[in-house]
């Protein structure tokens, strides 16, 4: 791979990488970062800790990355192990101090002063530890031992392989979310959860305490700084009335503020008012609606891969720059592809009015390529049962894992405004029982759409007949198996248009579904697609595009931007114009 760095990479400020408070919707005053310069070792069945380590590593970047330092692949069987020390003072009496870390791919213990503060599996969820038991006054040492079997096992990997290529990237291993402290009371706010009840105008806030007795608490809501109502909660909750409240929109993304106190604990949150749905138009054709009027989705599949930092983003402002610049281009969806983002990526779609569609990763044993990636290209569609064994889920821990994981994702990522739908399954990766997974996702959030099996092997659940089509056109299709053709008609993965970039690829082997030499023809054909393929069938029942991709991905160069965010390879005002049309079609 050739070493391909982004300007916000370059930077970089290596004593303090991404410096941000990592997560916007439950903020404390007293936090403290540990991103930076840790130490290293890679070993092989390593059960202790090296005398001698490798050198520095850059936290929150995995080793396999550019960013790091480092640039070494962790293989299974070996050993990942990280140290810093930590000046740290005791917590005063009534105080506890909490280790966070946002993702540790994949298993990890963590130590303070060698003793074990905590265990974790699954590499794409935040865990904390209490470690207020563990500390000295003044300097501690903090050790973090990982493993990784990547995608020969059972856990979530999403799009990583071991042995990369084509549409599989390099596996990346260790931590690559934000590491911090934050200092509590014995009695704090574990979590929030935020409904709106727009009918009613209504906002729902429950709490979780680290204690089962409820403390006396308050939410004050602001409009920018102006308060707009005050409330009480009984037992951990608070229903608040909202009159008047001003709705969430990608064209009007206004956020509330709240500030909760509950006994000596005080956080800060935000919330959107907004309701996704389905609603018919007025030829009886089912749309995905917002607030409820009809919206088209015209997206784009995001892989959520960056060229120095691989699934870290190099900065806060990389994010928030290349959301904004996909609205700018008129798209109003990211389907972010088999990857859970750092809490902020929500953020700045919940900020910026960019809707979210949010893959589960995906994970269990071997994918048959004959049943995934072949069969549906004939139009041969299995049943779960029938495909089970080229889906990854011969084993039932692999499904214990998912189902695990899928609780984990909704609990993690119910607040964000901006979420729309939820992606269980992508073309059989890991596929089972959809029909029962889309009923138990369903009871666990009511609040959005859900895709059920996105592209192939549909099972005939969820609120989407959803396509994949990429060597031949598409052409609308009744949904024969929705219940009553009450199922939105979505193209949810289509084009991958690729165009080389010189100086702005990582890899020698380059791959893509159509080749184009230059900007001026990959624009031509994607134009062409779109006024062919797309606005046509909008018209006719078509209501969703999520065009493939945002970006170049190592050996993939389909993307709107290349890989190092450096160049747009089309024309901005010939896709801002096709994304124009699309979206009026719905508000004529």
Known sequence: MNPLFTRWGAAIDKNCPLPEHPRPQLTRKNWQLLNGLWEYAIRDNADSEP?????????????????????RQLLPGQTLWYRRTLDLD?????????????????KCNVYINNKKAATHAGGYWPFKCDITDLINDGTNILTVAVWDDSDTALE???????????????????IWQTVWIETVPEQYIESIKITPYCETSEIEIILTFSQ???????????????????????????????????????????????????????????FGMRQFGIIKDKNGLPRPSLNGKPIFHSGLLDQGYWSDGMYTPPSDEAMSWEISQMKNLGFNVLRKHIKIEPLRWYYHCDRLGMLVWQD????????????????????????????????????????????????????????????????????????????????????????????????????????????HVYFKPFRMKPDKRGQDSKRIQALTEFGGYSCPAAGHMASEKLFGYRMYKDKKTLTRAFENLYKKEVIPNAANGLSAAIYTQLSDVEDEING??????????????????INKTLLDIFNA
């Open 360 to 467: 589960f990763v995906s994970g269990g044993g071997p994918y048959g390529e004959f049943v995934t990636r072949y069969l549906p290209f004939i139009g041969l569609h299995l049943h779960d049962k029938q495909g089970r064994s080229g889906f990854g889920r011969k084993n039932k821990e692999g499904c214990i894992i998912f189902e695990r994981d899928m609780k984990r994702t909704v609990e993690l990522l119910y607040n964000t405004v901006s979420l729309s739908v939820w992606v269980p399954f992508n073309e059989g990766w890991g596929q089972y029982d959809a029909k029962i997974i889309a009923e138990q996702l369903r009871s666990m959030d009511n609040t959005r759409l859900i895709d059920h099996a996105s592209g192939w092997h549909d099972q005939g659940k969820g609120d989407f007949a959803s396509y």
């Open 560 to 577: 709107l931007l290349t890989y190092d965010r450096a160049e747009l390879k089309l024309d901005p005002a010939i896709v801002a114009d």
């Open 51 to 71: 005398d001698v380590y490798d050198g520095q590593i850059l936290v929150p970047y995995s080793p396999e990355s550019l960013l790091s330092g480092v640039n």
């Open 90 to 106: 005791t917590p005063k009496p009534g105080n506890r101090l909490l280790l966070h870390f946002g993702a540790v791919d994949q």
């Open 212 to 270: 089962p007795v409820f403390p006396s608490a308050q939410v004050i809501i602001y409009n920018d700084k102006q308060t707009v109502t005050e409330g009480s909660f009984e037992g951990g909750i608070c229903r608040i009335s909202l009159p008047g409240f001003r709705w969430w929109s990608p064209d009007d993304p206004f956020l509330y503020t709240i500030k909760i106190t509950a006994g000596s604990d005080a956080v800060e949150s935000y």
């Open 156 to 174: 979530a990997y999403g799009k990583q392989k071991l042995s990369r290529g084509g549409i599989w990237y390099t596996g990346q291993s260790g």
